[in-house]
């Protein structure tokens, strides 16, 4: 069964770090590509973040030079790491995984940056 599932969300304080972890099933080198989106209060939907099963990654203005995407084979998983958190990072991030013709979204993971 296709699946992508986060985790690694919660609350830190302004300045810290995260890492988010998506776990792909049935195995990350079924995706294509890998990628993160936030979706932070009063705002749509947004990309922050990508990277293809060459491991080429891309990013987001908003988070270009506080993270960092990366695949993990040996777990399956595509990790978000962002660095430096501002209260704006606040938000739910989602993992979606292209396979095939379709996209595998999860079910989200909330991240709260306090000031």
């Known amino acids: 069964q296709v699946r992508v599932a986060e985790s690694g969300g919660g609350l830190v304080q302004a300045g810290g770090s995260l890492r988010l972890s998506c776990a792909a099933s049935p195995s990350i080198f079924a995706f294509k590509s890998m990628a993160w989106y936030r979706q932070t209060p009063g705002n749509e939907r947004e990309w922050v973040a990508s990277i293809t099963a060459g491991n080429t990654a891309n990013y987001a203005d908003a988070v270009k030079g506080r993270a960092t995407i990366s695949r993990d084979i040996t777990k399956n998983a595509a990790n978000l790491q962002i660095n430096s958190l501002k209260p704006e990072d606040t938000g739910v991030y989602f993992c979606?995984?292209?396979?095939?013709?379709?996209?595998?979204w999860g079910q989200g993971t909330q991240v709260t940056v306090s000031s």
């Open positions: 979606a995984g292209a396979i095939g013709g379709s996209v595998a």
